[in-house]
């Protein structure tokens, strides 16, 4: 993979400086840590404005993660390519759906060492469930799931526990609701429900 912010000498410590100068005026506190593993897939959630972003960066630097993440390929037209991919970014072409969910998880199977960074809303619209992707990439990649979450309400970000797929996905997706039932989302109208879509079964998402 290639180079980012996130392990840019000179550019790094200051943009740590800088997010924790905001942390600090803004009132909010990172919490938790990263579990010592070469990949892992943390969840991000809940992703309902921009913002959330933001606030994700500067925890990053703060837990001094070198994070990817996954984004629509229009982000990374033109002189902002190269600017997205800096900070983590890996364009994916979601208008071709098809083995979405085995793409990801080929990029995630080819790294020695990869933290990535998946929103399962997919969207900051209104849904009413989590896409599962997220659950089927750790699982075909042999990587457990780290509940990172942004709670506006105690105005907390971090990292939660670590969930081992266990292969029985409606279990681990109530483990998984249970975590996030006490998480406050910058516009609570428009969460999502963090369990299993009904009717889904074990059938990977997008």
Request: glycine fraction near 10%; aromatic fraction near 12%; charged fraction near 20%.
């Amino acid at each position: 993979m290639k180079r980012t912010v996130f392990d840019t000498p000179i550019v790094r410590p200051l943009l740590r400086l800088i997010s924790a100068i905001c942390l600090k005026i803004t009132g909010w506190r990172i919490v938790g840590q990263v579990p010592d593993l070469p990949r892992l897939v943390i969840v991000g959630a809940f992703h309902t404005s921009n913002w959330d972003f933001v606030i994700g960066l500067f925890a990053a630097f703060m837990l001094r993660i070198k994070v990817y993440w996954i984004g629509k390929d229009n982000l990374f037209r033109g002189p902002f390519r190269a600017f997205f991919q800096w900070f983590g970014g890996i364009p994916i072409n979601r208008s071709v759906s098809q083995n979405l969910v085995e793409r990801i998880t080929e990029i995630f199977r080819g790294q020695e060492r990869m933290i990535l960074a998946l929103a399962p809303e997919g969207t900051r619209k209104k849904v009413n469930y989590w896409k599962t992707g997220f659950y089927h990439i750790a699982t075909g990649a042999g990587t457990p799931i780290v509940l990172g979450f942004i709670d506006y309400r105690r105005k907390l970000c971090g990292l939660g526990p670590a969930l081992v797929p266990t292969g029985n996905i409606a279990d681990d997706m109530e483990k998984i609701r249970a975590f996030y039932a006490g998480i406050t989302a910058k516009r609570p109208d428009m969460t999502g429900l963090p369990v299993l879509k009904p009717g889904l079964g074990s059938k990977p998402g997008s």
